[in-house]
């Protein structure tokens, strides 16, 4: 049986969630709209229409929700600072009200033992900076350093672990070129310069946090998949290879110093010739002291010609008869292991930290007990591959569950359950699901 104390004494085990997903209280307390606040109420997108507002009211509840993280037996809490709420324009005056909130719940995590890891960008654009472009527009990119600065001086001083950006592929792959996420734009012309704009974000975020925070603990995260050709035909390993770029190197390659990967797609190369990328190479890259990992499934790939521009298709797991979440994702724990192990190939990562897996089951309430056995089988399935890459000699820090409660999933709304708490959407009532006492009984509390 896999035991906590196999990961060493200094190995870092929390909880992470994000801003729009569980605070609510969205056009209160001078918070300004954000892309997801406009995307939710007006898309159409959502499953069953749900609306972000109030989410799990974390806002309110943000006492008992960090007691939470400590009953459940852990040292870190991921969190992100929503935009809005801080600079409710995106840029200019500062809401007071906000910047005393992210406050309260720093102290409130100091004050019960609990690490903060902040983000500062988890998805939830002001919908002002959309007005005028968003991550499209080179503008963002003062505006977004505006905001890092006023994060690190208000709260360096206390919180030395920061996170930049949340999984850049995702948001800029969903919300500006396939238009299934927040603000919902589509196609390449937009695609490109928002990946331009995050990728340069992503290193300017770093260099004012590494000014303005003394002994900053500084990383960023990226969604990532093994990419498994469905055939060892040329043009399946094409496609998958394409795909990989996409996936997995489009944002850390930069980071490195390595520029946009484009090797493997002839697409990319003609985007670096159009924007010029070669000239920002210098200021894209930035030396981060861990990166994140954020790993839900792989990707098996088949080359289809009919698929614009990238020329593959997913084969489901349910289609090929592999054991999936209630999502669908393909569980399959020797695949976390070789994402990982991807990833270490970098010469220049210092140490990797998987600060987001999980699965969503369709959980349900039954004697006032949430019964999820899928999901404590599938924690003991990952948390072993993490084990045997340290073993190898990976250095894998610290591991954070996707996720504390249920909450607002994005374009799932609220059907899609992570949680180590069951959160009733009507009540707001907390219930910890056997799954939570499985981290609890597993972390020795």
């Given at each position: 049986?896999?035991k906590?104390?196999?990961?060493?004494?200094?190995?870092?085990?929390?909880?992470?969630?994000?801003?729009?997903?569980?605070?609510?209280?969205?056009?209160?307390?001078?918070?300004g709209?954000?892309?997801?606040?406009?995307?939710?109420?007006?898309?159409?997108?959502?499953?069953?229409?749900?609306?972000?507002?109030?989410?799990?009211?974390?806002?309110?509840?943000?006492?008992?929700?960090?007691?939470?993280?400590?009953?459940?037996g852990?040292k870190?809490?991921?969190?992100?600072i929503?935009?809005?709420?801080?600079?409710?324009?995106?840029?200019?005056?500062?809401?007071?009200?906000?910047?005393?909130?992210?406050?309260?719940?720093?102290?409130?995590?100091?004050?019960?033992?609990?690490?903060?890891?902040?983000?500062?960008?988890?998805?939830?654009?002001?919908?002002?900076?959309?007005?005028?472009?968003?991550?499209?527009?080179?503008?963002?990119?003062?505006?977004?350093?505006?905001?890092?600065?006023?994060?690190?001086?208000?709260?360096?001083?206390?919180?030395?672990?920061?996170?930049?950006?949340?999984?850049?592929?995702?948001?800029?792959?969903?919300?500006?070129?396939?238009?299934?996420?927040?603000?919902?734009?589509?196609?390449?012309?937009?695609?490109?310069?928002?990946?331009?704009?995050?990728?340069?974000?992503q290193?300017?975020?770093g260099k004012?946090?590494?000014?303005?925070?003394?002994?900053?603990?500084?990383?960023t995260?990226?969604?990532?998949?093994?990419?498994?050709?469905?055939?060892?035909?040329?043009?399946?390993?094409l496609?998958?290879?394409?795909?990989?770029?996409?996936?997995?190197?489009?944002?850390?390659?930069?980071?490195?110093?390595?520029?946009?990967?484009?090797?493997?797609?002839?697409?990319?190369?003609?985007?670096?010739?159009?924007?010029?990328?070669?000239?920002?190479?210098?200021?894209?890259?930035?030396?981060?002291?861990?990166?994140?990992l954020?790993?839900?499934?792989?990707?098996?790939?088949?080359?289809?010609?009919?698929?614009?521009?990238?020329?593959?298709?997913?084969?489901?797991?349910?289609?090929?008869?592999?054991?999936?979440?209630?999502?669908?994702?393909?569980?399959?724990?020797?695949?976390?292991?070789?994402?990982?192990?991807?990833?270490?190939?970098?010469?220049?990562?210092?140490?990797?930290m998987?600060?987001?897996?999980?699965a969503?089951?369709?959980?349900?309430?039954?004697?006032?007990?949430?019964?999820?056995?899928?999901r404590?089988?599938?924690?003991?399935?990952?948390?072993k591959?993490?084990?045997?890459?340290?073993?190898?000699?990976?250095?894998?820090?610290?591991?954070?569950?996707?996720?504390?409660?249920?909450?607002?999933e994005?374009?799932?709304?609220?059907?899609?359950?992570?949680?180590?708490?069951?959160?009733?959407?009507?009540?707001?009532?907390?219930?910890i699901?056997?799954?939570?006492?499985?981290?609890?009984?597993?972390?020795?509390?």
């Amino acid at each position: 049986m896999i035991k906590a104390s196999d990961f060493g004494s200094d190995f870092i085990w929390g909880v992470a969630t994000a801003a729009a997903q569980i605070e609510g209280t969205a056009s209160q307390y001078g918070k300004g709209p954000s892309i997801w606040d406009t995307f939710t109420a007006k898309s159409g997108k959502i499953k069953r229409n749900h609306k972000l507002d109030p989410a799990c009211d974390f806002y309110h509840r943000y006492t008992e929700d960090v007691a939470l993280v400590k009953l459940l037996g852990f040292k870190v809490f991921r969190f992100s600072i929503a935009w809005s709420r801080i600079l409710p324009a995106g840029r200019g005056e500062v809401n007071q009200e906000g910047i005393r909130f992210y406050h309260n719940l720093i102290d409130e995590c100091l004050t019960q033992g609990i690490t903060p890891y902040i983000t500062l960008y988890h998805w939830d654009l002001p919908q002002a900076l959309e007005d005028e472009g968003g991550w499209t527009s080179f503008s963002i990119n003062a505006a977004f350093n505006a905001f890092v600065s006023i994060c690190a001086l208000e709260y360096g001083d206390k919180v030395k672990n920061w996170i930049v950006l949340n999984e850049p592929f995702g948001y800029t792959s969903l919300g500006y070129m396939l238009g299934v996420h927040a603000p919902g734009k589509t196609g390449l012309s937009n695609f490109f310069p928002a990946v331009l704009h995050t990728a340069l974000a992503q290193a300017d975020g770093g260099k004012i946090l590494r000014a303005e925070v003394a002994n900053a603990n500084i990383g960023t995260t990226f969604s990532c998949s093994e990419i498994i050709p469905y055939t060892q035909s040329d043009n399946d390993i094409l496609a998958a290879k394409r795909v990989d770029t996409l996936m997995n190197r489009l944002f850390v390659e930069p980071a490195q110093g390595l520029g946009f990967p484009t090797a493997d797609w002839d697409v990319l190369e003609k985007f670096q010739i159009e924007y010029g990328t070669w000239r920002l190479q210098e200021r894209m890259k930035f030396d981060f002291d861990f990166i994140g990992l954020q790993n839900y499934f792989p990707l098996t790939i088949k080359y289809n010609a009919f698929i614009p521009v990238i020329q593959a298709w997913e084969v489901k797991a349910k289609g090929r008869k592999k054991p999936h979440t209630s999502m669908g994702w393909e569980i399959n724990a020797d695949s976390f292991y070789n994402i990982i192990k991807q990833f270490a190939g970098y010469p220049n990562i210092k140490n990797l930290m998987i600060t987001e897996n999980g699965a969503a089951y369709h959980d349900k309430i039954t004697n006032g007990n949430i019964v999820d056995a899928e999901r404590i089988d599938y924690f003991k399935l990952y948390l072993k591959a993490v084990l045997k890459a340290k073993n190898e000699g990976i250095n894998v820090t610290g591991y954070m569950a996707w996720t504390l409660m249920d909450n607002f999933e994005w374009a799932e709304g609220f059907n899609a359950r992570f949680g180590l708490v069951y959160t009733d959407f009507h009540t707001l009532k907390r219930t910890i699901k056997y799954s939570g006492y499985w981290w609890q009984e597993f972390l020795g509390n």
